[in-house]
């Protein structure tokens, strides 16, 4: 008898699920005898601390009469039965819903739970790769006083076993959460789990809104890579989500303050906010990162991360910090492939999101108000043309204080594949020892379609020993894969700055849009770009109003012409030292040294690394043209400074004594003519300038390529 009510409960489970099961015929008793004897399977099924009801409030779970939730006691029965899973995980798939506030613990010692642990200890529901597979409706309802401290047992890092995916839900696959408040709760891990959220570790094609939490997460040793304040791991879509606790990381942590690492092909996540509060436990190195809203973001083929916002500050020391996603890995990988052509179309979208907050780095890692770092590796060659990445009607708002790679929107773009950055605005102050930017601080070499464009800086830009730029600071156009020249431009169009751009102690430049060019294998073109901020300067920077610097050696296997800049404006001022009195003609009686013989004179190669050099348009050119470009703006000396002559010139250049010599003009600082160099490659025409100065310097005494100059 026993035997035959057991096979008829097996074939009721079979045809049980989420609307499955109108007639309510699945008992909601205590766990019967055979689901008791799957035990043995999950080690303690259940949390610790707290005893399992015998039923659910009510319910047959669907979805038209979910399971209704109203004691800790019934949400323990639901994570006993989901982790004991049954043969047909029934209540792994089943619809629940909250009908009144949880505690799962008292709270009268909670600000002492990270010294002494409160009596219930928390057991993730669904612990397994399957998970929880139902859905969840908090329906407008709080769970507080949720306590859980992990251990990692050294297993199967893949298995999710004992733990090692701590949330309220550890694992949920093809399920949904929706309408639910944590509070007053503690995540304590001591261990190394595979991924850590306050409501989910790991979530898979499942569907999480309208879900906030305030809980406090303490990563005590070994660091997590996936660590989230709200979810771990996220695939499929998440919108009207917040996190507002505090994340407490030790060095090697990667965390964002809403989600460790987001991915998949259809992934969303749209108007969340992160209030995160981040705390170092003992001293952070670079090898830690840290994100307002998201650490990692992997792309498949149509990704969206819309209107969301991070307000939290980050200031971890040497970590790397971003306001909203620190890491962007970009894939253009084929989708396709039944007709025997590659298609790539991996795309993400990043629209309409604003950081607020403060972000500091004192390390040599990125520190960026929207993204820190956007790698991409293609499998496709350049004829592809594929656009990747779009950031789009972004701006940051918070104070972005770094050492290196440091800007208001993106710090580092290192991509094969295509990218563009558009309406996008800075309003934070930016400060770097080196490499600072309004927009972008560093893009290496581009190798598919690329664009900044209708982007703006309003505010100051400062680097204390390198170089800076209102868009844009550095072009490293040194290309590791391709070295025959045919890689894509980076096309910089329509930018503005008006905020000051500081800088001090580099030869490399500082710049209104651009800040410095270096080693091109591709021509960039600035073009429709205004400056009307003020470039600060000491005595060793090369800075121009809308290009500080270009360095290209003679062993660049590109040949062409490196940059075009054409159509651009500036009206900021060049304040040099202590700007004590205008540069103009009477000042420095023959300040352009030029003859027609074309032949480069003795020591004039030291020139090209020596001396700053200051221009109305750009200060130092060479391998590139100026068309169509104006200055407006005045050029302002320091008071200790010399005139020289072209001769002095010579001799100081010959002697190597850089520091003694300083190049302007109201166009161009230096203009640096090589023998062999064409005046299709190297030119400076058709720009008007206001400045009472001469309108360049040139070195090695040539003039070919500077037509139709002209000062209003």
């Known amino acids: 008898m026993k035997k035959g009510f057991c ?78 899973r049954d043969q047909d995980d029934h209540y792994a798939r089943a619809c629940y819903i909250l009908t009144e506030d949880i505690k799962l613990n008292d709270l009268t010692d909670f600000a002492n739970w990270a010294q002494k642990a409160p009596a219930g200890h928390w057991k993730p529901i669904g612990e397994t790769v399957s998970g929880f597979r139902g859905t969840f409706d908090g329906n407008g309802h709080t769970i507080s006083g949720m306590y859980l ?57 499942s569907t999480i809104e309208n879900c906030s939490s305030t809980a406090g997460i303490i990563v005590r040793q070994n660091p997590v890579f996936d660590l989230g304040g709200l979810i771990g791991y996220a695939d499929g879509s998440v919108s009207g989500c917040d996190f507002s606790g505090t994340i407490v990381l030790t060095d090697g942590c990667c965390a964002g303050g809403l989600i460790g690492t987001a991915s998949g092909d259809h992934l969303l996540i749209q108007n969340c906010t992160s209030n995160a509060v ?78 607020s907050g403060d972000i500091t780095s004192t390390g040599n890692r990125e520190a960026a108000g929207l993204v820190g770092f956007v790698f991409g590796s293609s499998r496709y060659n350049e004829d592809d043309n594929h656009v ?60 598919q379609p690329t664009t900044i464009g209708n982007c703006s800086n309003s505010v100051s830009v400062t680097t204390d020993n390198g170089h800076a730029g209102g868009i844009l600071c550095d072009y490293f156009g040194f290309s590791v894969y391709v070295g025959d020249g045919k890689d894509y431009p980076l096309h910089i169009t329509e930018c503005e700055n008006t905020g000051s751009i500081h800088g001090a102690g580099s030869s490399l430049g500082l710049g209104g849009i651009v800040g410095s060019l270096r080693s091109c294998e591709t021509c960039v073109t600035i073009e429709n770009c205004i400056n009307r901020g003020n470039l600060v300067v000491a005595d060793t920077v090369r800075a121009g109003g809308i290009l500080g610097d270009t360095q290209f050696s003679n062993y660049n296997t590109y040949t062409g012409k490196c940059f075009h800049v054409t159509n651009c404006r500036n009206e900021g001022d060049i304040l040099h030292g202590d700007a004590a009195k205008i540069y103009d003609s009477e000042s420095l009686p023959k300040t352009s040294y030029q003859e027609e013989s074309g032949n480069r004179a003795d020591g004039a190669e030291l020139l090209i690394m020596g001396g700053p050099a200051l221009g109305g348009v750009i200060g130092f050119l060479h391998n590139g043209s100026v068309d169509h470009c104006a200055s407006y703006g005045t050029i302002y000396l320091d008071s200790a400074y010399v005139p020289v002559n072209e001769n002095d010139v010579l001799m100081e250049a010959a002697r190597g004594i850089h520091e003694r010599i300083l190049f302007a003009g109201g166009v161009c600082g230096l203009y640096l003519f090589y023998e062999g160099d064409s005046a299709e490659i190297t030119s400076l025409r058709d720009c008007i300038y206001t400045a009472p100065a001469p309108m360049a310097f040139y070195a090695p005494i040539s003039s070919e390529g500077t037509e139709n100059n002209i000062r209003e």
């Open 149 to 205: 401290a992990p251990v990692y047992d050294g297993g199967d890092m893949n298995s999710y076993s004992d733990g090692s995916a701590p949330g309220l839900f550890g694992v949920i696959t093809n399920g949904t959460v929706r309408n639910l408040a944590i509070r007053d709760s503690l995540i304590i891990v001591d261990g190394r789990p595979n991924y850590l959220g306050s409501l989910a570790a790991h979530v898979s094609n």
């Open 7 to 84: 096979l008829l409960l097996v074939l009721l489970l079979i045809f049980a699920g989420c609307g499955g099961n109108p007639s309510g015929a699945h008992s909601d008793a205590s766990p019967s005898k055979a689901e008791s004897s799957k035990e043995e399977r999950v080690i303690n099924p259940g949390p610790e601390g707290y005893t399992v009801a015998d039923d659910f409030a009510g319910g047959t779970g669907t979805e038209s009469d979910p399971f209704r939730i109203a004691t800790a006691e019934q949400l323990a029965r639901l994570c006993y039965l989901v982790n004991l």
């Open 278 to 355: 981040f705390e170092a436990e003992g001293v952070l190195t670079e090898n830690t990162y840290a994100a307002g809203l998201i650490y990692n973001v992997l792309n498949g083929l149509d990704c969206r991360i819309t209107g969301c916002r991070n307000n939290a500050d980050i200031d971890l020391g040497a970590a790397g910090g971003s306001g909203l996603i620190f890491k962007v890995s970009l894939s253009d990988r084929d989708s396709d492939l039944t007709d025997g052509v590659n298609h790539p179309e991996g795309e993400l979208f990043i629209t309409d999101c604003i950081n």
């Open 388 to 447: 990747a990445l779009h950031l789009s009607g972004c701006s940051n708002e918070g104070a972005i204080t770094g050492n290196s790679y440091t800007a208001g929107i993106v710090g580092t773009i290192s991509s094969q594949i295509g990218w563009e950055i558009m309406d996008c605005h800075n309003h934070g102050n930016v400060h770097s020892g080196d490499m600072a930017a309004g927009i972008i601080a560093q893009v290496e070499s581009c190798e």
